[in-house]
């Protein structure tokens, strides 16, 4: 291809392709000029602890690191760990295999949380303090050591929002002492080419601390060619052996955008999973910077009118990629029911929201909590039992034990799927600890005939429940209960349910788990004769509503 199309100049214009250049950099060289240094060169910058390491030997600032290889690491050294924080992968060749290019962690709960979802997490990333400030990047073209050109440029907005390339920035005049340590590192780094030595610097404090160096062409190049200093013309010429001239100065507060960039980073905000865990922006203030913009003079990234249609397809994929995002984040809520309801199938859905319909109007009423005196065994229901059925059978067996359960109440649980998962939640084995439980032993199992027979007492979590166990076994409903029947504080009027956070994330999880932690506690005192209660009321308001439900 190269021999083909007669090419003599190759420019990495990405991190994978830098990448590939340095695995075939011997190779490449012998068909054309290679716009890097060498594979050892190389390799300092794509792995970003040599980088960093190299920075701290030239004094440069660089931001404090967590080594913290595993979970038992980061619950040992709690106390001394500062707050937000962020995880980079630790190396830039592996970026792309990995769901973030930088992740935000607001508090140790949130970074415990990566650690239990998955035990390598410290020594797969780069775990760091989060630096607040602006990114500045100081560009140069380096030969022997020596800059041949260089150009500073401020991002205004980044696209993700949690870090990544510029969709709008500002040309700066070069800050002395910025350039002073870009060189310097580079230098220690023996690098030859351009680069892109990049800052994050806190205006109100004055820190400038190092990011990372990139050893390929940057996302904001049209702004520093825009402002007449023409960084691929340059290396063109040292390569073929002539000698660049270079403007002794340019034109700062010079603007350049990407406009679909614009559009899908606005389109970003109204997804939280496309966030990382950072504090999303105002987005009323995103829209009005963005329109502001077009009342700027300025530079594009990409519009050009003698070759439009690239900007022109990227403009519309934008759009649609934005439209996207915003609708997925209007309709996240019905999305869920709607795939909660196919999950279940026609006849159960209906059924469920006839049930809801009716407790939201007052018509029905959930059972109330009662003398529990007589009960022996007690069953945890729910639609997999890998999560709330399972978590509530562990809560329960821990509190009956606190109490001495005197008469020992058997606690089993059951899921109301055909077809049972091996094992719990992974989210609900790694939080239950938090709860002084264990669900690694755990293994849901499916309701049958002989598990409601047995049981005394039928804890269902929420409408689904109810509608299955009217289908699947009429005559136990006077057995049936809803968790939320325990709560210390009131019920919620006409909701009985503990809803399913099985589509959430993480933290969702938790949020159940806590409000399920009350309820079990309360139904712990009810079964130990600890709180006086009224008689367990029948779960149906009349025999003549109970069989038209069963008939809906």
């Known amino acids: ?9 190759l420019f990495p214009m990405s991190d994978a392709g830098l990448a590939v250049a340095m695995d075939y950099h011997d190779r490449l060289s012998t068909l054309l000029h290679v716009g890097c240094p060498g594979p050892e060169i190389v390799r300092q910058v794509l792995e970003k602890d040599r980088t960093l390491e190299a920075a701290a030997a030239c004094g440069i600032a660089i931001p404090s690191r967590m080594n913290l290889p595993d979970l038992a690491t980061l619950e040992r050294l709690r106390g001394g760990l500062r707050f937000p924080a962020i995880a980079k992968p630790s190396s830039k060749e592996d970026e792309s295999q990995h769901a973030f290019k930088m992740q935000y962690f607001a508090d140790f709960e949130e970074l415990r949380d990566a650690f239990l979802l998955d035990p390598q997490f410290g020594s797969k990333n780069l775990l760091q303090e989060f630096c607040p400030g602006q990114g500045v990047g100081i560009e140069t073209l380096i030969q022997d050591g020596q800059p041949v050109a260089l150009f500073q440029h401020r991002r205004l907005r980044e696209l993700p929002v949690s870090g990544g390339g510029s969709v709008a920035s500002i040309s700066e005049a070069v800050d002395p002492g910025l350039a002073e340590q870009a060189i310097a590192l580079l230098r220690r780094l023996c690098w030859e080419g351009v680069a892109m030595v990049e800052f994050k610097v806190d205006r109100e404090t004055r820190r400038a601390v190092l990011m990372e160096v990139n050893g390929r062409y940057w996302g904001s190049i049209p702004l520093a060619v825009g402002a007449g200093i023409d960084f691929p013309f340059y290396e063109w010429q040292l390569a073929h052996g002539e000698r660049p001239s270079v403007p002794a100065s340019y034109p700062a507060g010079l603007r350049c955008r990407w406009l679909a960039g614009d559009i899908r980073r606005i389109g970003s905000l109204f997804e939280e999973s ?9 987005r009323g203030r995103e829209i009005a910077a963005v329109l502001r913009d077009f009342a700027r003079p300025g530079k594009s990234f990409l519009w050009s009118w003698s070759d439009p249609v690239p900007a022109i397809r990227d ?22 029911v709607v795939a909660e309801h196919r999950y279940h199938g026609m006849r159960i859905s209906l059924s469920a929201l006839r049930l809801r319909a009716l407790y939201s109007l007052g018509v029905r009423r959930a059972a109330a909590a009662g003398d529990l005196s007589q009960v ?38 059951a899921g109301l799927t055909d077809a049972p998962q091996e094992r719990a939640d992974a989210r609900s084995r790694a939080i239950a600890p938090e709860f002084g439980v264990s669900l690694e032993e755990h293994r849901p199992r499916r309701m049958t005939a002989e598990l409601v027979q047995q049981a005394d007492l039928i804890v269902i979590m929420d409408c689904f429940n109810e509608a299955r166990m009217l289908r699947w076994s009429p005559q136990a409903m006077s057995k049936v209960v809803y968790i939320t029947a325990f709560e210390r504080r009131s019920p919620k009027a006409g909701n009985p349910e503990l809803g399913d956070p099985n589509l959430g994330a993480m933290a969702e999880v938790r949020r159940c788990y806590h409000a399920l932690d009350g309820m079990v506690r309360g139904l712990a005192a009810a079964l130990s004769g600890r709180i006086p209660a009224p008689a367990l009321t029948a779960l149906m308001s009349s025999p003549a509503e109970a069989g038209a439900t069963r008939n809906a």
């Open 274 to 282: 496309g966030l990382d865990g950072f504090p999303p922006p105002p």
């Open 315 to 336: 403009f519309f994929a934008a759009i649609k990629i934005a439209i996207r995002s915003v609708v997925k984040c209007r309709i996240r809520t019905v999305k869920q």
């Open 1 to 9: 291809c190269i021999r083909k199309g007669g090419y003599d100049m």
């Open 376 to 413: 022996r065994s007690v069953l945890f229901v729910c639609h997999g039992n890998i999560i709330r059925s399972a978590m509530g059978e562990a809560l329960l067996r821990k509190y009956l034990a606190a109490a001495g359960d005197p008469v020992r109440i058997h606690v089993s649980s």
